[in-house]
């Protein structure tokens, strides 16, 4: 692992700040423009109206959190899909017939997906925070779960998407890898594997990571602190925040809560409406 507990890195003789980051504010950076306007610009730009997407994914993950909370004995798939319902929200939907059958369909993933769990087997973190520090950066974050099995702990992360995800989405995650490392400094066990498991699918893509490849993305990780220091640097130097925090334009760009403030991302990807995204967006 690149450092160990650093705290400051002398540079020059001058010590350097830790860039502390969780790995959202990382890969915000694959677009320099929303990284500024996500973590810089104060007053935050508004953002467009929210995505019904994200609605169905907070419900579902919150459902799954409380219900390690519930009594073992009441700890069933019905009352998973219960949480669901107790915590619904309408935000993002069309109509309420809409946020109706999206309530259903979530309930339906949420309790499958509990039918297939050990409600006596109490995972060693639920929404747990965990941390890692290198010589360069202290990132942190929160894991959906953390699993313990045959000593060694596995992270899990909920996906809500209408794409089925794949183990090469597992293999690639910053975010799963960064947590990975964290859990396992933060817990004092072992800490390689990773895991997606979507719900609409009930499918589970994993990797194994080696101290090699957590290593690579901790290092991608101290790269992207590097070039988001450069920026601000260049910036406070004078240069202009327009030129430095560029427009990075793709698919991505349809769903960008910041996409009434960037001309270029407009004319990159067309526009969606919030309910877009859904599995069954009719
Ligand atoms: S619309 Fe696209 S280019 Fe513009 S800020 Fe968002 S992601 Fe970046």
Redesign the pocket.
């Known amino acids: 692992m690149a450092g160990a507990d650093g705290g400051q890195m002398l540079l020059g003789g001058m010590p350097r700040r830790l860039f502390s980051c969780t790995p959202s504010r990382l890969t915000t950076f694959?677009?320099?423009?929303?990284y500024r306007?996500t973590y810089i610009d104060r007053p935050t730009p508004p953002k467009g109206p929210p995505w019904a997407h994200n609605t169905v994914g907070s419900v579902a993950h919150l459902a799954l959190h409380r219900w390690w909370d519930v009594p073992l004995r009441e700890r069933t798939p019905a009352a998973a899909a219960g949480l669901v319902d107790r915590h619904w929200q309408t935000d993002g939907f069309r109509d309420p017939e809409q946020s109706e059958r999206a309530r259903q369909n979530v309930r339906t993933w949420v309790g499958r997906y509990a039918a297939t769990l050990d409600p006596a087997d109490e995972p060693r973190g639920v929404e747990r925070t965990v941390g890692m520090r290198t010589e360069r950066l202290a990132a942190s974050g929160r894991v959906d779960r953390i699993d313990e099995r045959d000593g060694a702990l596995v992270i899990v992360d909920y996906k809500t998407g209408r794409r089925p995800t794949t183990d090469d989405d597992a293999r690639s995650s910053l975010a799963l890898a960064l947590y990975a490392v964290g859990a396992q400094r933060t817990l004092r066990t072992p800490c390689t594997r990773v895991e997606l498991h979507h719900l609409p699918s009930g499918e589970v893509s994993s990797w194994e990571h080696t101290p090699q490849s957590l290593e690579r993305h901790v290092g991608r990780a101290e790269a992207t602190a590097d070039d988001i220091e450069a920026a601000l640097d260049t910036v406070a130097s004078g240069a202009s925040p327009d030129q430095v925090f560029a427009?990075?334009?793709?698919s991505?760009?349809s769903w960008?809560?910041?996409?009434r403030?960037?001309p270029?991302?407009?004319r990159?990807?067309p526009g969606k409406t919030p309910w877009d995204a859904l599995a069954d967006a009719d």
């Not at 694959?30 to 929303?34: A, E, I, S, V, W």
């Not at 960008?256 to 996409?259: E, I, L, P």
Request: hydrophobic letters at 20%.
């Open positions: 694959d677009c320099p423009r929303r306007f427009p990075v334009t793709g991505q760009c960008c809560d910041f996409r403030h960037c270029e991302g407009q990159a990807a």
